[in-house]
Structures are given as C-alpha cells and as structure tokens.
C-alpha cells in the first residue's frame, strides 16, 4: 500500500496560470525527490452542498476557485523523508512565503491518508 498526502486550497481565478507554474515547479521537485506522483486540479465540476462541500471547506470567495491535489508515496515514511527534503530545497524557499502564494494559505488544509483500497 501507498501514502497519500491530499490538499485542497482556494485559488482566485487571475491567478489560475501563476498557480500551475508554482505547482510545476513544486511538483518536480517533489518527485525529484521520490514522490511517486503528484497531481494538481482545479474545480471543474464542483456543486456546493447543503451542510459542507469543497466551497464551504475553503470559504471560496466570489472569483475564485477550488484546487484539489495529491501527491503519492511509496509509505508514511517515505513522505515524512521527502517531504524534510523538499521543505529544505532552496528552489521551492520562495513559495514557503505566504506572500509569495496565488492563493490563501490560512484557508488551504491537507492531511496524511493511508489507502485501504488500491486497485
């Protein structure tokens, strides 16, 4: 079985080309790094719900849209060794400045998932 690491963060749209560029970047690196792979979307298809859904999760604001990413390992502690290495890699310090963002990092959230089906 595999680790996931999934993320989901609200992009304003003007931002949506500056967004992939930093997303390419970072995803290089972090399958430099042994990520077995790393995918980033932006919502195409995304209804908002009653009660929570992927809008309410991210308070999106008018102009902006919702990304949903993921980036698989082989373990937990493979994730927990390439993500020291990418958080120290000089070419990703630049994005690890909130200013620097397309997006508003106080309302991204992610978390560390173990698969219980892999087919």
Not at 42 to 68: C, H, M, N, W, Y
């Amino acid at each position: 079985m595999s680790y996931v690491d999934g993320f989901v963060v609200p992009v304003p749209k003007k931002n949506i080309d500056a967004y992939r560029k930093l997303a390419r970047r970072a995803g290089k690196v972090w399958k430099e790094h042994g990520a077995l792979a790393y995918v980033e979307c932006i919502g195409d298809d995304v209804p908002p719900g009653k009660v929570t859904s992927f809008d309410k999760s991210v308070q999106l604001k008018r102009g902006e849209v919702v990304a949903f990413s993921w980036i698989v390992y082989k373990s937990r502690a493979q994730r927990d060794r390439i993500n020291k290495k990418v958080m120290a890699d000089p070419r990703l310090a630049d994005m690890m400045d909130p200013g620097n963002m397309p997006f508003d990092g106080k309302r991204m959230f992610w978390g560390g998932f173990k698969p219980i089906v892999e087919l």
